[in-house]
Every structure is written in C-alpha cells, then in structure tokens.
C-alpha cells in the first residue's frame, strides 16, 4: 500500500467511523471500534515499514502544495508515535467494548455510567485527531488538532457524568484552552514574521530575533500548560484519575504525548537554532522538579488512579530532561531517549490505568485500602500493574528501562549529575508507590475480598499492553532506528551552564 | 594389602557408626564395636609406607612412618581395649549407642591422626576426634559433665583455630603440607617462631601443658570410665604427634623454645601434681596425673629443641614416655571402673590390689616397669643440657616423688575393698584392664629386644636401680607421715584441711565464670538496648519528622495545584523563557 | 506605525484582559467569555498582521485560519457550557470548588 | 545459531518457561504444575552438565543481542558462571522439592513457584551474563522476583519485610545504574574478560574509576548484605523457609557476592584493582561484614534471624578473598561461592523443618529436637560445623584457602578475621547444636504435625539430607578433578594467566 | 481622512477594551453577556476594518450570535439555584 493512503487513511477512517457510528446510532457500535482498531494496526504496519525502507514521507492532502494545502509529513518519530497510538488505541478500543458492553448488561450500573453511543465517535475522532497530529505538516495543523484533541479528551472526561470528574473536566479544558490559544498567539507572530505555517520552512528561515523568541516562548508556555508539566500540572491528576475507567489511560497515555510531541517538534525541528541551550535547560529544571514533585504526590495519594495520575506527572518531568541533554555529544542519546519513554509511558500507563480501571470496576473503588488483599484475588492484574510499574521504574527489561539508560546516559557523558541523580532517584520514588499499590493487593491481613466478575477482555487487553512494553524494552533495535529517520539535526553546541 | 588395611581401619568405624546412629541393638553389632580398633594394631605392625591420595581434602597424605607406627599401635591396642571394656561397662545403660557412636566417631579421628601425613589430613582427623570427644565426655548429662563439655569444646575450638592459624602460616612459608618436607622447611623460614608458636599452643591445649590444661581435669572424670582411658592414654598424645610432625626436632637447635618448654613442662609436672593431690576423684587425680606427666613429655622435646644432636635418642625416649604413659594411664582409668565394683572374692581383690598398684608404681618408675625405662629414658635425654643440668638435677627426682604422692593419692582414693562397691566385676572389664597391666610389666621385658629403645634403659644396673627407687620410698615415706599426721590432728583441722579443694581445671574455673558474666552483660546490651535505642529513632522519625514534612507538602501542594497560581505561573515561565532566549 | 499595528497591539491587549479574566474571574461563564476574549485578542492580532502587507492585498492565509480558529472557538465554548450546565444541574455549583478535590 | 549459541538461551529457558507457564495454571493443577517445575530443574541440569562438559574442552558459548547501540544483550559461559549456574541449577532442583513439600495444602503456590522459577532464571541470567548490562537487568530481575517471594505470606510483617528489602535492593540498583552507565561513558561498553578491561585506561581518570568503583560495591554490596547495607536481610527472615534458603543460598546475596567477584576480577582486574588501591577498603569493608554479622548473630533468638546474620558473615568471606586478591584467596572466595550455598541452604532446610514439622522457631526451643528429627538435626549439625570451618566439609576447604590467601598477599590480619569469626560461629552454633542432641525434649512440641513414617515428609527430609552429604564430599572430596575446589583453581588460572 | 481614520481606530480599539472589561467587572452576569455580544458585533466591524469581510460574517454570525445565544441560555439555565446554597452572584 501506498504510504500516502496509509497516512490519509490513519486520519480518514476512524474520522468516517466516528461519524458513521453517530449518525447511525448503530447498535453495534463496538464492532466498528474493533473494526476500525484492525484497519489502524495495518496501516501503521504500511506505514512504518515504508518509512523504514524508503525514509521519511510528504504527502500534500488534497493535491495542494504549501502553503496552501494542508501537507502531512511522517518520519521516524511520528511513525513510533503512531505506533504507539495504534497500540494503545486498539487494546483500549477491545477494553472499551468489554467494559461498555458490560456495563449495559449490568442494570445497576447502566444507569450512573457513560452511555456507550457517546463514547465512540468521541473515542474515534479522538483517535484520528491523534493520528492527524502526528502527521502535521504545518504548525497551524497542529493546533487544530491539538484543539480536536482537547474537545473530544473533555468530553470524553466528562462522559463519567459524576461531579468530581465535571469539575476535573472544566478544569482541564480551561488550562487546554489557554494553552491553546498562547500557542496560537505564537503560530500568529511566526506567521507575520515568517509567511508560513510549515515547519519545514519555518525550519530553513528562522532567525534569532525578539519576535521568533516571543512566539516560541508563547507556543512552548502554551504547550507545557497542555503538557502538564510541573508547576502546570494543577488540572492533570483530577482529570486522569476522574476519567471513566478506559478513558484515564488514553489522556495518560496518548492526549499528553500529543502536545509533548509538538513541543518536540518546534523545539528541535524549529527553534533548535535559535533558542540558547539556557532556554532548554530551564524545561530540564522544570522536568526533574515535576519528576520529583510528581513522584512524592503519586507516594502521598489514597486512591490508585490518583496515584497512577501523579507518576504521569513524573514521568513527564522526564520527557522534558531531554530539552536540556539534547546537545553534542550525547543529544543524539537524549533525544532517543525522550523519544522512547514518550512511548513507553504511553503503554505502560495506559496498562496501569486499565488495570486499574479494572479492579476499581470489580470493588466499586480505587481507595487503597479497599484493594487490601485484592491481588490474592486477582493475580493476573496486579502481575499486569507489576508489569507497567517495572517500565514506570525504568528497570530491565522494559521499554521504560531503555529509555531511561539513554537519558542517564547522556545525562553523565554531559556531566550532568543532577539529572542523572533525579532518573535514578524518580526510579526509585516510583518503586514506592508502585509497590505500596502491590504490597497492599497482596496483603493477607484480611480475608480475600469478594469482587464483582468482569470480563475476560478487561484483564488480558492490560496485560498484552504490559506485555508489549517489556518486548519493547528486549525488541529495540527496531523502534531505536526507526528514530534515527528523519532525526532532527541535534546542533553542536556548548552543554549549558 | 597395606592399603587396603589402612581404609579399612579408617573406614570401618565410621560405617559402624554410621549403623549405630540407626539404633540397631544386635549382639554382633557390638562384636564388632568392640574389635573396631583391630585393623589399626594390624596396621602397627607392618613395614612403614606412604601413599598419595590427591582426592582427599587438600592432597593428602596417609601412611605409617617409624614414630606414626609406635603412636598407632598404642593408640589401636587401647581403643580395642576400651572398647572391650566399654561393651561391658556400658552393658546396661540404655542410652548405650550414643555412646558408641561417638566412640567410634572419636576413634576414627584418633587412628586417623596417626596415619596423616599432611597438615590437613591430620587437622581433619584431630578434629574429628576432638568433637567427637565432646559427645563422650557428657555422656552422662550431670552438670559437671555438660560444664566440663562446655570447657573442653571452648579450648578445643580454641586450639583449633590456633592450629589452623598456625598451619596456614606454616602452608605459607613452606609451600607444602605434607609433614615430611614441612617441618625442615620450616626451621629455615623467617616466621618461623610465629608459627610454631601457634603450632605448639594448638597442641598444647590438647597435650594439657600448663597453661593450657584446664579442661583435662573436667573432662575426664566427667566422661565414661572406657572414654577416659583413652582420651588420657591414647588421644592427648596426639598433642605430642603434633609437635613431634611440625617441630623442625634435630635439625636446628631453638633454644628459646627450648626454655619455654622445660620450664612449662617443669612447672605443669610439679603443680599438676600438686593439685592432683588434692582431688578426691580417683579420675581427677588420674587427669592430673597426665597433665603431670606431659609436662615430662614436654621437657624431653624442650631438650631436643636444644640438643639436635640427641634427637634420636630422645625421640626414642618420648615414644617410650608414648607407650609407658599410655598403657599405664589406660590401665589406672580401667582400675578406677574395677575397683569401684563388688568384689567376688578375696582374691580378686588382692589380685586387683596388686595390678592397680603395680601399675600406679609403674607411672612413678618402679623397676622392672616401663615406667623404669621411660624415667630413666628421661634422664639420658636431659643429660647435660648446660644451663639446666643444676635445676634437673634436683627437678627431675622431685617429679618422681610428686608422681609418687600422686599415684599413691589414686591408690589411697580407689584401694579396693575400703568402699562398698556397686555392679558385678565382669570378664569383659577384667580382660582388657589385666592385659594392659601386664603390658606394664611385660612392655618392660619386650622393649630390651627392641631396636628402637636404647638397651641402658632397660637394663637394671643397681646405682640405676637405686635412682629410681629413692624418691619412690621418700614418697611412700611422706604419704605414710601425712596419712599419720591426719589420724593424730584433732577432726576439726583434717575437716578444715579437707574442705580445701582446688576444683577441677582450676585456673579455667574463674576464666569460665567471668567469661559468662561479661557475655551475660553484652547480652543485656546488644539485645535489650539496640533496640530500644532504634524504636526511640524510628518514634522521633514518626512522630516528628514526618509530620512535619507532610505538613510542609500539603501546604506545597494548596500554594501549587490551583488555578491561580498555575496562571501566574504561566505568565512567569513565558516571561522567563523569553529573558532566558534574549539574553 | 500603521493601523494594522494598532489593532494588533489592541489584540495583545485584549488577550492579556481575557487571560486575566480566565484565571481570575470565578464564575465559570465568566471563564467563559474570557476565554473567547483571548481568543478574539489571538485572531485580531493574526488578522491584523495579515492586513499588514507590502502589497495591500490582505493575506488570505491567516483568515483561514481565524475562520478555522472560530469555528473551533464555538465548538469549545458550546462543549464548555454544556460540562458548565451539566455541573450546575447536578451541584448547583458555577464555580469550581477553590479545593482541589481529587 | 548454532547450539553453542543457544545452549545459554536455553539455560535460561528452562526456568523461565515453566515459570511463565504456571502463571497461566490453575492453582489446583498441581500434578503438572509439579511436573513442569521438576523438569525444568532435571532439564536444567543435564544442560549445565552439557555445557560443563563443552567448557572443559574449550567449546565457546556465547550469545549476543544488540539493544541499542552500545548496550548488548550477552550472555557467555565461561568457567567462572559455570560454576555458579551448576550451583543454582542444583540446589534449584531440591529447593523445588522441598518448595512443593513445605507448601503443600498452602495458598497462592502457583505464584510461589512461577516467581521461584522467575527468581532461578534470573540467577542464571546473571551467571551467564558477560557485560555488565546484562548483568544489571537481570540484577534487576532477580530484585522483582524475589519481591513476591518476600512477601508471599502476605502478613503485615512480611509485607514490612518486603518493602525494606526493596528500598535497600532498589537503592542498590539504582547506584549501580549509575555507576554502569557512568563507567560506559568513560571507557565504552563492558565486557567481562578474564583479566579485567581497564587496565589501559587513562590515569587522568583513576579519580573516576575509583568512585565508581565503590558505587559499584555499593551496588552489588546491598544484595551481597555488606554492612551497612544488611539491615533487609534479616527482616527478609518472614519468607517461607524455602525462599529463605535460596535467597541465602543461591539467589540473592549470592548474585551480590558474584557480582563483586565479576567487578574485581572480570571488570576491573585484580592487578588494576590494587593500582587504584581499592582492595583493602573493600576489605575492609568484608572483615568488618563478618566480624558484625557473627557477633549479632550470637544474640539472636530467633532461629532463622540466627542463620541471616550468619549469611551477612559468611558470604562476606566471598568478598574477602576477592578483595584480598592472589590466587590462592580468589580460589577460596569463589569456592566459598558454592560452599556457602550449600551449607546454607541445609541450614534453612533444616530451620524449615522445624518450623514445619514441630512448630519451632526459637533458638530455646530447639532443645531436644535432634532425638525428634534425627536426620534433619544431622545435616543442621554438618553444615553448622561447615560453617565453623570444622575439616573435612567444605566450609574448611574455603576458609583454608582464604586463610593460605590472605598469607600469601601479607595480609595477615585476614587470618585472625578469618579465626575470630570461626570462633564466632562455634558460639552461636555450637549451642544449638547441643541443644538439639543433648538437652532433653519438653513435653510437648509448640506445633507438632504427625509426619508418617519419617520423621516429616519425604520432600522436606531428602533434600538437606543431600546437601548435608553434599557439604562433607565437597570437603572430603575436595582433591578430587570434578570437585568445586579444582573448578575454582581452573577459574583462577585463566584469571592470573599472564 | 487618515486623521478620522485614526480617530475612527483608536475608537474601536478603546470601545474594544472598555467592553471586554466591562464583559469580565460587571456584576450583574446578564449585562456581562450582553456586553460580550456587543464586543461580539464590534469585533465584525473591526474585521471589515481589516479587509477581512468573510470574517467578519463569520464573527457577526458566530462569534456573537451563536455564541451570545449559548451564553444566554447557559446563563439562563444556571441562575436557577438548584440548591439552597447556590446564590448566584460572583461578587
């Protein structure tokens, strides 16, 4: 298949899907996710062994050049990215269905729960939202999308219904809106300075001036906000953990890395040049303060998806470790690094969630001391959530592992001791409240609790997720050459001070 | 053919053992028992070899060589006596295979030492054989038993790690094990004195050489009569053997160590003596009698130290001093047993009178004994030792007399027929203690043909004669005055002079106690108030600490996550950013 | 200076007003039109800076986008009244509750 | 790939496949779940006897897996992981079979066996690793599998147990992380080899190298139980009986101990080791390790807390006789790799049967205990002497070549640590030793079970019947071409050839 | 002409800002909607200002109406106090 109709067709089928399934009102709404999730895993397969073979891809969407038309661009990065959409979409598309078909067949929860025939046009366009993101060409694309993005993540937040999750809701939307639109002042100044919207052009004529700084600072404060990165992160962990159980590991998982991958994008396609590596180092401070402030949160939570949120915060601290790495001669380990965890947080986060969406399902809470003795229960779960937390830890063999050796990695050949003090010590703050969740769950102190049954889907789509992130940290050298196409030029230049 | 002797002699009783743990009560079990000791008298008896067992712990060596061969046929004829004593002695007791289990597990190790020729082999079957020994001394679980166990295994593991130490300098500076090559090796090498100094405190523990002798007082009164003859007669020269495999005897003259041990042994021959005497355990007397009696042995190998060139012939005299001491001490701890019994008739009592006391005379030299030819043994090898020629001159005969004194204080404690006795007099006790004490005698006869023992000190000159005798009659002369001065004194002063005691083991008894005391002490410390120390930092950390930090983060977290300071926040990063680019 | 400047400027300023209504307004329609209010300074600046070419012609380019940009701006807004509403009927709140409540 | 590349895969394999099956049994599907574990174990076996018989006559076994760049998976089987992959795979069969008779009728066993088998594959991994990577994620890999094994019991005290032995051990890690990427930034990847790879490093940065010298120890030393890192190990003490043993005997302190034995000899060098001056605080470090792990073990009551501080002594005796350095001292530290495992694991047997059988668990109960278990008490009693150094067991063959070591490097106040400690060990042994054969029985047992014919059951009885035989032929024996002893001199050989 | 343009610019721009004040100070929440839809219909003529016409049909039509017309309603629907606590007025 062509690479041109697998990225238009990553945009364009879950985008007529969502309508379909709208307008339709179809009864047999699940099966068009599942078939949708199928059709995803095939073209993302297409499309990255076409861009392993033949390098990055251009394509003008309708015919139209730039900057015209609207071009979408696929290289390494967004092809790992999809990658990980495409996992972690189609194991929460097979949870959703279980989960919502079971909570129909349940009558006394249908009533309190989301109804299904709004989750999945919002879940679909959602998904082509990400995908389209991933493909942006041109900035302005990208704040649509991340616009698509935020809308239908709210409203999907908001399908819990309850009233802690409307405010977490509002909350985010606010701080995503705001976010939204500093970016778009930046996209506005760029574009008066520059005359496009390309970031491969913006990329050949940008110039170190007070106008270029203004817009990339806008569009990067803008960014963080969505980001959540620390002190931003005010929004993040209500939304998260309030989120209807399938929901929490797609905004953890995905809707972060969505706004994390345009500040990559911008910073080292874009301004590489022109901001002064004391710029980047800030985001760094910034990171190893949320990895630490995160951490502690997660420590102090009571409920689980409270804490699974926080360690988002965490392990978002350290995406932004690679801003202030990302220079001779380690950048190039940094920025795989930065690259890799995106996707490894994706997977295993999304896994916690699930796991813990699930457990929540069967107890009727995440309160911790409601899960005591859970994991005699059910084993395969909590062995799921082992799983995820051993990536979140960054031990071997996972993915996370991987990632983090490569950002410690270039966080000691720069000399940078504190950062590389602040992996290790996140690892180990996350090794606390991963395991308090485990050592609780498999507590004998009280007798084995009796849980409402859940469907088999709910307990293997977790653990294939979990699954996937230790492969990811044994099968590497795959993912780790697929960054090397389309790298950004990581510029040679002074560690800064 | 050797060889297989050798395996069988060290294999058999261990595989007996490995039988009597199973508790299999059957009369050809303890046949066999008793005559397990056989292989090792076949063994004294051939040619002298050596062979290679590269398989066995640190390539051993085994083999018999002139002295292991004296040494092991001792040994084998009194562990085959004990054991024919003990399936008597022990007829009824009902906890009998634990006996014998260790005393098969002791012999093993026992035989052993004598056929290793490496340093580890040997350290191997000495500890065998002095663990093992543990078991028999508290056979019988009375409280002296267990504290007299407790002792001897503290100085047991104490000698052992001294011998260890001592050895693996010895390894060090020789580069070999193998005791032939060792000790010659060892007289060149600088550490030299270091070592051996290790060496003869490790063996002197188990020779009972002042100051190292307190268990042997406690040991063996405690243990079984069958236990205590052979850990008197046979398993405490192993001590010897020991010094006899490392010291570089002959080769160069150490006159320093020389000193130390004619002085140590002068001293624990007339002390241990003296305190003998006033034990009232026939078996106490009878400890303190060899640890008197060592204390000879150690002054014949201070004398080699000094004189190289007299080594053949004072080698000859120790492995007499081996025989004699052996087979008399064996034979007296037997008597004890004998003499404790009910008497059938009046002849075997005289009978058994005489036996013990001939062999009590033989321990103190008496003519016509081996106790004459190991004396006399003694003073051809102390002959002119300049410096000490003077001091043993008088020192010498004093020991006769304390030995004297010392046997007739066992005589006068067992002298048959003066307590009512217990249990029946049976032939398998009998047979085993009259063949030994005819060996006294006829040991004496034997040795004139033999090669090995020089023929002056087997031959009965009249002024030799007379040397001997002397301090033997002065002895008599004094028991007899004492025994006379204690029926004259009025009873309060005998009670008064009897209630002096010096305990058994002596100096070791108030080491033992403030030991356990300053242990008690550290326990109270260590156990009691480790902990409380750590509870009272983990209740500051709880109690304190942690509060305050969480209350520091909850403040954090109310200033941090809300939208206000998130928008201020926002504002300032942007306006940071866009500094940081400017400048 | 050219009028373009102007409005421009005047957009900045407007965005500034709105951003300072989002964070500090309390009532959540309030945010609302605060929130527009940026939006509106965003697309006035962009619009602005588009009529500011050498030429004359505006550039047609920015008003795609702030014609994208306001159909979006409608959609967030009518999706932001609809959670606002859903909150009142369910709470009565119109505020967000000063306590993170998670 | 050929065999040879496969043989360390399949090394692995043989425990991680049962183990990751039984996951997916059920909990009542014991007859296969015995099965699979007991033919991993047999399978195991015959193919590190295979590959023994493959190293002795030279064969290369080696696998190599690229990561990312600069990080490859490898795994080789040279002679030293020989030796420690033969003792995990043996003392991994009858842990298993003392595992399924000591669980018998308990809950939750199809996680204690899966993690058990997670638990041996990764102590295989580590032996066969030869980068340190490798050895870092299976290092890793050993701390989360054992986790479940801490707390398998799942009370508040194990619980408490597990979670400081996971702040030590994932501290450890942590610093070792660290200290790896650290030294791969300064000298590339690397790679264990014979002699050591950095000795042509340049001076300038000696500083370097000694810190992350001692991060490395650090590291390897919170497994190994180095004081102060010891505190987890006696807490661990919660575990079942079985767990304890291997992760006294095998798993745990045995992968910190290897891994400084790899750090000094295979990494560094020994000759480089002492250029940087880093030997005699390692030492150091080990001689205090011993001295305080046998001094507070003499005031434990608790029987297994005893035998825990008795690890913390006793697997330092590894790291002395690395530390000093010589032939002769690494002969007897890296034979006190296996002899150690297995006296200690006859040890926990024992206390496990106890515990099981009788219900005792304090040292004062103990009294008697030897005419009601006469088999068991007998293999306690080898191994205790083993411990102590008593010749012929294995434990005398270690501490000789430790004490003849420490002569040879001059380094004689070795050999009074090495006495002090014996000494040490006859006081907290011996005790319990007389105790068990000579003091009188009470009336009654805290917790007796009716056991049948033997004195328990037959899988809790045979195993440290074997090990008990095991620690004297492994002494008696030690001269003999196939013993631990001459694989621990042929180790030394190549790693002091010129 | 350029003067009154600039008169004419400086007076949208000021109503502009006084409006979005307004729209954000006022007390009375309905009279803060109402001014937001006035800004509403000012931004169109600004953007006819601006040469950019279809924008500002799209503002008149949208921006204000559409939106003005949520507004109203929502604020409509919220000053219902549901419960007794919920008063409506920010201040």
Request: aromatic share 10%; charged share 10%; glycine share 8%.
């Amino acid at each position: 298949m062509d690479a041109e109709w697998a990225m238009t067709g990553l945009i364009m089928v879950p985008l007529a899907a969502a309508i379909v399934v709208y307008v339709t009102a179809t009864r047999f709404v699940a099966a068009w996710g599942v078939a949708v999730a199928m059709l995803q895993t095939g073209l993302t397969f297409s499309l990255t062994r076409s861009i392993l073979q033949s390098g990055p891809v251009q394509v003008p969407l309708g015919g139209w050049e730039a900057p015209l038309g609207i071009p979408l661009y696929a290289d390494g990065i967004s092809a790992l990215m999809l990658i990980m959409t495409t996992l972690v979409g189609v194991t929460s598309t097979c949870y959703a269905a279980a989960y919502f078909s079971s909570l129909q067949r349940d009558p006394r929860r249908s009533s309190s729960q989301p109804s299904i025939q709004t989750f999945w046009p919002l879940w679909l366009i959602l998904w082509s939202a990400l995908n389209a993101l991933f493909l942006s060409a041109d900035v302005f694309n990208l704040y649509v999308t991340l616009e698509l993005i935020t809308i239908s993540a709210v409203a999907l937040i908001g399908l819990a219904g309850k009233a802690q999750a409307l405010v977490a809701a509002i909350r985010y939307l606010f701080a995503a809106l705001m976010g939204s639109l500093f970016y778009l002042l930046g996209v506005a100044l760029l574009y008066s300075t520059y005359g496009t919207v390309s970031w491969h052009l913006l990329a050949e004529t940008v110039q170190p001036d007070v106008l270029t700084w203004c817009a990339a600072s806008l569009m990067i404060i803008g960014l963080l906000l969505k980001t959540a990165l620390f002190p931003l992160h005010f929004w993040l962990p209500a939304a998260h953990a309030n989120a209807p159980a399938p929901v929490s590991g797609l905004l953890s998982g995905l809707v972060l890395k969505a706004s994390f991958f345009v500040i990559l994008r911008l910073w080292f396609y874009v301004f590489h040049p022109v901001m002064p590596a004391s710029a980047g180092w800030m985001l760094s401070v910034l990171g190893s303060a949320a990895i630490l402030w995160g951490s502690i949160q997660a420590i102090r939570q009571q409920r689980v998806k409270l804490m699974i949120a926080y360690s988002t915060v965490a392990q978002v601290g350290y995406l932004f470790l690679v801003f202030g790495l990302a220079c001779e001669p380690m950048g190039m380990l940094a920025w795989r690094g930065a690259a890799y965890l995106a996707f490894a947080h994706a997977s295993a986060k999304a896994a916690a969630f699930m796991v813990a969406g699930s457990l929540m399902y069967m107890v009727g809470s995440d309160h911790l001391d409601r899960w005591e003795g859970i994991g005699r229960r059910e084993p395969k779960l909590i062995f799921t959530l082992a799983l995820a937390g051993v990536s979140l830890m960054g031990l071997p063999p996972s993915a996370g592992f991987i990632a983090k050796w490569l950002l410690l990695n270039a966080a000691i050949g720069h000399g940078r001791w504190e950062v590389a003090a602040v992996i290790v010590l996140g690892g180990l703050l996350a090794a606390v409240y991963v395991f308090r969740i485990i050592g609780v769950s498999l507590s004998s102190a009280v007798p084995m609790p009796e849980v409402a049954p859940v469907p088999r889907m709910m307990r293997w789509a977790p653990l294939v997720l979990a699954m996937a992130v230790i492969v990811g940290g044994i099968v590497t050298t795959e993912p780790i050459r697929l960054l090397e196409i389309g790298a950004p030029p990581i510029a040679a230049r002074e560690v800064a001070p | 053919m050797n060889q297989i002797l050798l395996w069988t002699m060290l294999v058999v009783p261990l595989l007996l053992a490995a039988v009597v743990v199973t508790r299999a009560d059957s009369p050809i079990l303890a046949r066999l028992i008793a005559w397990a000791a056989f292989p090792g008298v076949l063994l004294a008896l051939v040619p002298p070899f050596q062979i290679e067992v590269p398989w066995l712990l640190l390539d051993s060596r085994l083999g018999v060589d002139a002295v292991g061969r004296v040494f092991l046929g001792v040994t084998a004829a009194l562990w085959l006596a004990a054991g024919w004593y003990a399936s008597a002695y022990l007829a009824n007791d009902a906890r009998r295979h634990v006996f014998q289990f260790f005393f098969l597990l002791t012999m093993a190790g026992n035989l052993g030492v004598t056929v290793a020729q490496d340093g580890a082999s040997f350290l191997a079957f000495f500890t065998l054989m002095s663990l093992a020994a543990y078991g028999l001394i508290i056979h019988d679980h009375r409280a002296a038993s267990t504290r007299a166990g407790r002792v001897y295994l503290m100085m047991t593991i104490g000698g052992e790690m001294l011998l260890f130490m001592g050895l693996v300098m010895a390894f060090h500076e020789t580069g070999t094990l193998v005791f032939s090559d060792l000790s010659s090796k060892l007289a060149l090498s600088p550490l030299r004195d270091v070592v051996l100094g290790l060496l003869l405190a490790g063996f002197g523990i188990k020779l009972g050489v002042m100051p190292l002798h307190g268990w042997l007082p406690m040991a063996h009164p405690a243990a079984p009569t069958p236990a205590s003859a052979v850990l008197s007669g046979a398993m405490i020269k192993t001590g010897l053997l020991g010094c006899l495999r490392v010291l570089p005897l002959g080769m160069i003259a150490l006159p320093t160590w020389s000193d130390i041990c004619l002085v140590l042994g002068l001293l624990t021959c007339l002390l241990a003596a003296l305190i003998g005497m006033t034990q009232r355990n026939p078996k106490a007397v009878l400890a303190y009698s060899s640890v008197s009696q060592m204390g000879l042995v150690t002054v014949c190998l201070g004398a080699a130290l000094v004189k190289p060139q007299a080594w053949p012939v004072i080698g000859s005299a120790l492995l007499v001093w081996v025989v004699h001491h052996g087979v008399a001490k064996a034979a007296l701890f037997f008597g004890v047993g004998i003499a404790g019994t009910r008497m059938p008739s009046a002849t075997a009592r005289y009978l058994i009178t005489a036996g013990l006391v001939l062999t009590a005379l033989s321990l103190a030299g008496l003519p016509g004994t081996m106790g004459f030819a190991a004396k006399t043994a003694l003073k051809y090898s102390t002959a002119n030792l300049e410096s000490w020629n003077e001091a043993l001159a008088w020192l010498l005969p004093l020991t006769s007399v304390t030995t004297t004194l010392l046997v007739s204080r066992y005589l006068w404690l067992v002298w048959p027929g003066r307590h009512a006795g217990h249990g029946r007099l049976s032939p398998g006790m009998v047979i085993p203690w009259g063949g030994l004490s005819m060996t006294v005698v006829a040991g004496f006869f034997v040795m004139r043909w033999q090669t090995l023992v020089n023929p002056a000190w087997t031959t009965l000159a009249p002024s030799d004669l007379w040397i001997a005798v002397w301090p033997i009659l002065i002895a008599v002369a004094l028991a007899g005055t004492v025994i006379l001065v204690a029926r004259i004194l009025p009873t309060n002063v005998t009670v008064m002079l009897a209630a002096f005691r010096i305990p058994e083991g002596d100096l070791v008894i108030p080491l033992i106690a403030t030991i356990y005391r300053l242990r008690r002490r550290r326990y109270r410390v260590t156990a009691v108030q480790l902990p409380q120390r750590s509870r009272r930092l983990q209740q500051a950390l709880e109690e304190t600490v942690v509060p305050r930090l969480v209350q520091w983060l909850d403040r954090m977290t109310r200033s941090l996550e809300n939208d206000l300071a998130a928008g201020l926040l926002l504002v300032l990063l942007a306006v940071a950013m866009l500094l940081i680019s400017m400048t | 200076m050219t009028y373009p400047t102007l409005y421009a400027i005047c957009g900045v300023v407007l965005f500034g007003i709105g951003f300072y209504g989002t964070v500090f307004c309390r009532h959540l329609i309030r945010k609302v039109m605060a929130v527009n209010l940026m939006g509106a300074g965003v697309f006035l600046v962009m619009i602005a800076l588009a009529a500011r070419t050498p030429s004359g012609a505006p550039d047609p380019i920015p008003h795609a986008m702030v014609l994208t940009g306001i159909v979006v701006a409608v959609s967030a807004t009518a999706l932001m009244l609809a959670l606002i509403r859903r909150l009142h009927h369910q709470t009565g709140l119109t505020e967000l509750p000063d306590q993170m409540e998670h | 790939m050929t065999i040879h590349q496969w043989l360390p895969l399949l090394v692995i394999a043989s425990s991680l496949i049962p183990g990751s099956i039984i996951f997916f049994l059920g909990e009542q599907q014991i007859k296969l779940r015995t099965a699979l574990n007991l033919a991993g174990a047999v399978v195991k076996i015959l193919l590190v006897a295979f590959m023994l018989w493959g190293v002795s006559i030279n064969q290369d076994y080696q696998v190599r897996y690229g990561l990312v760049e600069g990080l490859d998976f490898a795994l080789h089987a040279d002679a030293l992981s020989l030796l420690f992959v033969s003792l995990a795979a043996v003392l991994w069969l009858l842990t298993t079979i003392y595992a399924i008779g000591y669980l018998e009728d308990s809950p939750h066993r199809r996680r204690f066996f899966g993690f058990f088998s997670l638990c041996v594959t990764a102590t295989t991994g580590l032996a066969l690793a030869s980068n340190l990577l490798t050895f870092l994620i299976f290092y890793e890999m050993l701390t989360l599998t054992t986790y479940p094994l801490v707390i398998h019991r799942g009370t508040p005290e194990s619980l408490r147990a597990g979670r400081l032995y996971l702040l030590f051990a994932l501290t450890g890690g942590a610093i070792l992380l660290l200290a790896v990427v650290w030294l791969q930034t300064l000298v590339g990847p690397v790679e264990f080899s014979a002699t050591g790879s950095l000795a042509q490093t340049d001076p300038a940065l000696y500083g370097s190298l000694r810190l992350i010298f001692a991060m490395l120890i650090v590291g390897f030393g919170v497994k190994a139980a180095l004081v102060p890192l010891h505190v987890w190990l006696p807490q661990a003490m919660v575990a079942p009986a079985p767990v304890s043993a291997l992760l006294h005997a095998v798993a745990v302190v045995k992968a910190g101990a290897f891994g400084i034995v790899r750090i000094v000899y295979d990494v560094y060098g020994a000759e480089f080791c002492r250029q940087l001056g880093v030997m005699i605080p390692l030492a150091l470090v080990a001689a205090v390790t011993i001295l305080y792990g046998s001094l507070r073990a003499v005031y434990q009551e608790d029987l297994k807390r005893r035998l825990a501080f008795s690890t913390i002594s006793q697997v330092s005796y590894i790291v002395l006789g690395t530390a000093i350095a010589g032939p002769l001292a690494t002969t007897g530290g890296i034979v006190h790799l296996v002899h150690q495992g297995v006296m200690k694991i006859t040890l926990f047997f024992a206390a496990g049967n106890l515990a099981e059988t009788l219900g005792v668990k304090k040292v004062d109960q103990m009294r008697g205990s030897g005419r009601r278990m006469p088999v068991t008490m007998a293999a306690f009693t080898i191994a205790a002497l083993g411990m102590i150094g008593i010749p012929p067991t294995a434990g005398f063959v270690s501490k000789w070549y430790l004490g003849i070591g420490a002569a040879q490097a001059d380094q004689w106040w070795v050999i009074g640590v090495l006495v002090a400690s014996s000494v040490l060990n006859a006081i907290y042994f011996l005790p319990l030793i007389y105790a068990a054969w000579f003091a009188s029985p009470p009336d009654a047992w805290p917790d007796e079970r009716p056991r049948g014919w033997f004195e328990t059951s037959p899988a809790l009885l045979f195993p440290p019947l074997i090990t008990a035989v095991l620690t004297l032929l492994l002494g008696v024996l030690a001269g003999l071409p196939i013993s631990a002893l001459d694989w621990a001199k042929l180790i030394v050989l190549q790693e002091y050839a010129p | 002409m350029t003067v009154a343009l600039w008169i004419l610019d400086g007076l949208f721009c000021g109503t502009l800002i006084w409006l979005a004040i307004q729209t954000l100070i006022s007390t009375d929440l309905f009279k803060s909607v109402v001014m937001f839809i006035i800004l509403g219909l000012l931004l169109a003529l600004i953007w006819a200002r601006l040469e950019a016409p279809d924008i500002a049909l799209a503002e008149a039509a949208i921006g204000a109406g559409l939106t003005g017309a949520l507004l109203l309603t929502a604020v409509a629907a919220t000053s219902q106090p549901k419960h007794s606590e919920s008063e409506e007025d920010p201040q």
